[in-house]
């Protein structure tokens, strides 16, 4: 059997694609959100999450041999549903009634948020949960429980994924309170830790990517 992909590769490869994203956001997504509105933000905004997140998904896993990956041989193997997954539709039904019951007990009622815009439906229901699913589910998450026990597989890639969510907080107008900062950073590590787990138990990529894209979307919607 093959050597899984080193630690050091690894880490190499988050710091990079870390970086990356920083320089993406503070460079072009930053002043996007500044000068532009409308559908024409909305569309580049999306466009640039496509070809920098799939794009380093598409390499990583390009670049690794299939035996370095230990849930699935190819990228094509990762997207097929597993419609047999019982437990991913259980999930994704209590998050639903979590998130419409905490909104529902909050605003007194499911009130749709005054800066929600139709646009966000590309950007937070569709674009984001399948980009970053790819990236950390389907390689490092991938590729670390070749090397980890899955649960310190899952703790790490949780912790890289909330980690790349800093450069989107350093770049928020106006700047978020450092309560607000732990917050999300404690939110979006959970999260990370159960998508990791839909993807280790059902093989799959939509079981994370149906979650996450309704998180975000209701979120976005009635928070």
């Given at each position: 059997?093959?050597?899984?992909?080193?630690?050091?590769?690894?880490?190499?490869?988050?710091?990079?694609?870390?970086?990356?994203?920083?320089?993406?956001?503070?460079?072009?997504?930053?002043?996007?959100?500044?000068?532009?509105?409308?559908?024409?933000?909305?569309?580049?905004?999306?466009?640039?999450?496509?070809?920098?997140?799939?794009?380093?998904?598409?390499?990583?896993?390009?670049?690794?041999d299939h035996h370095h990956l230990r849930l699935s041989l190819s990228n094509a193997e990762q997207w097929r549903p597993n419609w047999r997954f019982?437990?991913?539709?259980?999930?994704w039904g209590i998050i639903v009634i979590y998130l419409l019951g905490e909104f529902w007990l909050v605003h007194h009622g499911l009130i749709v948020?005054?800066?929600?815009?139709?646009?966000?439906?590309?950007?937070?229901?569709?674009?984001?949960?399948?980009?970053?699913?790819?990236?950390?589910?389907?390689?490092?998450?991938?590729?670390?429980?070749?090397?980890?026990?899955?649960?310190?597989?899952?703790?790490?890639?949780?912790?890289?994924?909330?980690?790349?969510?800093?450069?989107?907080?350093?770049?928020?107008?106006?700047?978020?309170?450092?309560?607000?900062?732990?917050?999300?950073?404690?939110?979006?590590?959970?999260?990370?830790?159960?998508?990791?787990?839909?993807?280790?138990?059902?093989?799959?990529?939509?079981?994370?990517?149906?979650?996450?894209?309704?998180?975000?979307?209701?979120?976005?919607?009635?928070?």
């Open positions: 059997m093959s050597e899984p992909v080193s630690n050091r590769r690894l880490t190499i490869q988050f710091i990079c694609f870390w970086l990356i994203w920083l320089v993406v956001q503070v460079g072009l997504n930053a002043p996007i959100e500044k000068h532009l509105s409308g559908w024409p933000q909305e569309l580049l905004l999306d466009a640039i999450k496509l070809v920098v997140w799939l794009g380093a998904a598409w390499w990583f896993i390009r670049q690794a019982a437990a991913g539709y259980v999930v948020n005054h800066s929600f815009i139709p646009q966000f439906w590309g950007r937070y229901f569709l674009v984001v949960g399948v980009t970053e699913e790819f990236l950390f589910r389907g390689y490092f998450f991938n590729a670390l429980l070749q090397k980890f026990s899955l649960t310190t597989a899952n703790v790490i890639q949780a912790l890289a994924f909330a980690s790349l969510h800093i450069p989107r907080y350093l770049t928020t107008v106006p700047a978020m309170s450092p309560m607000l900062w732990l917050s999300n950073l404690v939110s979006v590590f959970l999260l990370g830790l159960l998508f990791g787990w839909l993807y280790a138990r059902s093989h799959s990529l939509w079981p994370g990517i149906a979650t996450h894209m309704t998180w975000d979307i209701l979120v976005t919607l009635f928070g």
